[in-house]
């Protein structure tokens, strides 16, 4: 090999196989990481919820169940429109998408506690989870393209590591915040209050429920902001379909992934893994 040749392959890049992540990819890494936390936090923030308005409406177990309907439906009913933006606008838009219909649905929670009817707060509620539904199907593919592809299933299990962490943190939020402000006191007791003074106790208590939601809708926007000010690099890794695949029927595309064996007993676990 002569001097010249030599000299080139020095000069030459390291092999971007061997990186966590493409360059230019930390800060973009970071901000994503930290959706992964916020939706997690949203998640066990909600579900103390079912015994709030259990009894701050005085309802059955039964109807106060609809708030997690309201939140898993919208998991349902939004995540193949997800895949349908991101195939669009790609990861990042999804995720931008996600952040600011989710950070809506939190700041809806402030007219639900003026109404103070539950249906309106289990729009708020849909609408909170249709974000995040978004948001999880657009981060989840994005931390994957972030880096080289020999790696892309361990940036995304460091990831998802921090889900855990938000969803402690909303369980001790609602424990601080909210639950303490419940008003003890029962069906029975509330039905004996006169209009005037049941009104005030429901408020007092929607009032709790409203701060965090409302808290929670701007670290959504602030991330987002964040995120759109971020540079990503230009690559086509992390496009969210390739040409073909987004020419490609959506049924198609629907009908490959029913056919394979894996993919079906994934999502039969993963039914199971949310009802239990």
């Given amino acids: 090999m002569d001097a010249s040749s030599t000299a080139a392959a020095a000069e030459q890049p390291a092999p971007e196989q061997s990186s966590f992540l493409h360059r230019g990819m930390l800060l973009p890494f970071i901000l994503i990481v930290t959706c ?12 103390p919820l079912v015994s709030v308005f259990g009894s701050v409406f005085s309802m059955s177990a039964l109807q106060a ?19 349908w933006i991101n195939s669009r606008l790609g990861y990042k838009g999804g995720v931008l998408i ?33 974000g995040l539904s978004i948001l999880e199907t657009s981060a989840n593919p994005y931390v994957m393209a972030m880096g080289p592809r020999d790696n892309a299933t361990r940036r995304l299990n460091f990831a998802q ?67 759109a000010m971020v540079r990503v690099p230009r690559r086509q890794a992390l496009m969210a379909d390739s040409k073909s695949d987004v020419k490609a029927l959506p049924g198609s595309r629907l009908g490959r992934l029913v056919r394979n064996r894996r993919y079906a007993f994934g999502v039969v676990a993963q039914f199971f893994n949310v009802a239990a």
């Fill in 36 to 47: 992964f936390a916020a939706w997690g936090l949203a998640g066990n923030l909600t579900d």
């Fill in 65 to 83: 169940s609809l708030v997690q309907f309201a939140y898993y439906g919208a998991y349902f009913a939004l995540a193949i429109p997800a895949a």
């Fill in 98 to 130: 996600g952040l600011l219909l989710a950070a809506t649905g939190g700041l809806l929670f402030l007219p639900a506690s003026q109404m103070m009817t539950y249906s309106m707060f289990l729009v708020a509620l849909f609408t909170l989870a249709a």
């Fill in 161 to 227: 590591s921090f889900n855990p962490v938000g969803s402690n943190l909303g369980v001790l939020l609602a424990a601080i915040f909210i639950l303490p402000h419940v008003n003890p006191a029962t069906a029975e007791q509330r039905a004996s209050l006169t209009r005037d003074a049941l009104a005030e106790m429901q408020s007092a208590e929607l009032q709790a429920v409203m701060g965090p939601y409302i808290t929670l809708a701007l670290v959504y926007i602030v991330i987002a902001i964040a995120i």
